[in-house]
């Protein structure tokens, strides 16, 4: 019972968070390049306004067009409840990282499918660009995160793998987690669209990826979707945290256990969306066909971080 309560509680909190952490990330790239900004409360601005609006639908769509919005909030709700955020309780058996995978994988198709339904010449040359992208992010992803179970003893369970990380104590920062949480980060700004692979505020449509296959939404439709994207990125972000480096995650249900891990999960989060900052203010986007030699990169070192587990 705890499980599911604490899975709630983390769930509620992530998807209110999202939009503050976005915010926070516009907020510090605007200050990184001399420019005020907007307010950092602006997403929840923006979301609620969607919420209100009506939506123009295509006349080349079908009902998939209205429906995917709501697959996709519906499958970052799933795991937000199935990642850890201040505490390692998670609603099990479900929390599994093969899952989760595959429910990643299942937005990201979705999206390209709502692209695909709009009828828009972008959205599919934007759902083009996701899937060629997919090709080798799915990979990196999943053996990075098959490095980490291993490291940890094998369990793919996600509230074990903190638990076994911090009974290893001081041997926990190896080469394999040190080149698994590497190999995550890259994969991390792929998979929510982020610079170097995509510019998430371009509206040159010859250059959109993320944004192409969203140029048909509208309304409440667009408002989820951005929602989702928040979400996904709070999601990342959160696992990055508390599966490489899950120092202060609460292990009990206690008080003082919960606000420590609350407090340190904030303070982490808060470095990673810095780190993006910084990363997007000083790196260009990469061209579309230099994008798959940083991913290679990406599962070289994810390849790498499972050879060292048998080598060292």
Request: with cysteine; net charge neutral; glycine share 8%.
């Given at each position: 019972?705890?499980?599911?309560?604490?899975?709630?509680?983390?769930?509620?909190?992530?998807?209110?968070?999202?939009?503050?952490?976005?915010?926070?990330?516009?907020?510090?790239?605007?200050?990184m390049?001399?420019r005020?900004?907007?307010s950092?409360?602006?997403?929840?601005?923006?979301?609620?306004k969607?919420?209100?609006?009506?939506?123009?639908?295509?006349?080349?769509?079908?009902?998939?067009?209205?429906?995917?919005?709501?697959?996709?909030?519906g499958?970052?709700?799933?795991?937000?409840?199935?990642?850890?955020?201040?505490?390692?309780?998670?609603?099990?058996p479900?929390?599994?990282l093969?899952?989760?995978?595959?429910?990643?994988?299942?937005?990201?198709?979705?999206?390209?499918?709502?692209?695909?339904?709009?009828?828009?010449?972008?959205?599919?040359?934007?759902?083009?660009?996701?899937?060629?992208?997919?090709?080798?992010?799915?990979?990196s992803?999943?053996?990075s995160?098959?490095?980490?179970?291993?490291?940890?003893?094998?369990?793919?369970?996600?509230?074990?793998?903190?638990?076994?990380?911090?009974?290893?104590?001081?041997?926990?920062?190896?080469?394999?987690?040190?080149?698994?949480?590497?190999?995550?980060?890259?994969?991390?700004?792929?998979?929510?669209?982020?610079?170097?692979?995509?510019?998430?505020?371009?509206?040159?449509?010859?250059?959109?990826?993320?944004?192409?296959?969203?140029?048909?939404y509208?309304?409440?439709?667009?408002?989820?979707?951005?929602?989702?994207?928040?979400?996904?990125?709070?999601?990342?972000s959160?696992?990055?945290?508390?599966?490489?480096?899950?120092?202060?995650?609460?292990?009990?249900?206690?008080?003082?256990?919960?606000?420590?891990?609350?407090?340190?999960?904030?303070?982490?989060?808060?470095?990673v969306?810095?780190?993006?900052?910084?990363?997007?203010?000083?790196?260009?986007?990469?061209?579309?066909?230099?994008?798959p030699?940083?991913?290679?990169?990406?599962?070289?070192l994810?390849?790498?971080?499972?050879?060292?587990?048998?080598?060292?």
């Amino acid at each position: 019972m705890i499980d599911l309560v604490l899975s709630v509680i983390q769930a509620i909190m992530m998807i209110a968070l999202a939009p503050l952490f976005a915010g926070i990330l516009n907020k510090a790239k605007a200050r990184m390049q001399h420019r005020a900004g907007s307010s950092i409360f602006q997403p929840y601005r923006d979301v609620a306004k969607l919420m209100r609006k009506s939506e123009n639908i295509s006349e080349s769509s079908s009902w998939l067009f209205r429906f995917i919005p709501y697959v996709c909030f519906g499958s970052m709700l799933l795991l937000s409840l199935m990642t850890p955020f201040f505490s390692a309780y998670v609603a099990a058996p479900y929390g599994d990282l093969i899952s989760m995978v595959y429910i990643f994988t299942l937005y990201r198709f979705m999206m390209v499918l709502g692209g695909l339904e709009g009828g828009s010449v972008f959205g599919g040359m934007g759902g083009s660009r996701e899937m060629m992208m997919s090709v080798l992010i799915e990979p990196s992803l999943l053996l990075s995160l098959m490095a980490l179970a291993g490291l940890t003893g094998g369990s793919t369970m996600i509230g074990d793998i903190p638990r076994e990380l911090i009974g290893m104590g001081a041997i926990v920062l190896t080469p394999a987690l040190v080149l698994a949480a590497s190999s995550f980060f890259i994969t991390l700004l792929a998979e929510n669209s982020r610079v170097p692979f995509d510019n998430p505020a371009t509206h040159l449509e010859l250059t959109m990826v993320h944004e192409g296959m969203l140029i048909e939404y509208s309304g409440r439709g667009l408002g989820l979707m951005d929602l989702s994207s928040m979400m996904r990125l709070m999601i990342f972000s959160s696992m990055f945290c508390t599966m490489f480096f899950p120092w202060g995650i609460a292990l009990t249900a206690s008080p003082s256990a919960v606000l420590i891990g609350l407090a340190s999960i904030l303070i982490k989060v808060l470095l990673v969306t810095l780190a993006i900052a910084l990363i997007e203010s000083y790196l260009a986007k990469y061209r579309l066909f230099r994008l798959p030699n940083l991913l290679t990169a990406s599962f070289a070192l994810s390849l790498l971080a499972m050879i060292s587990l048998y080598i060292l």
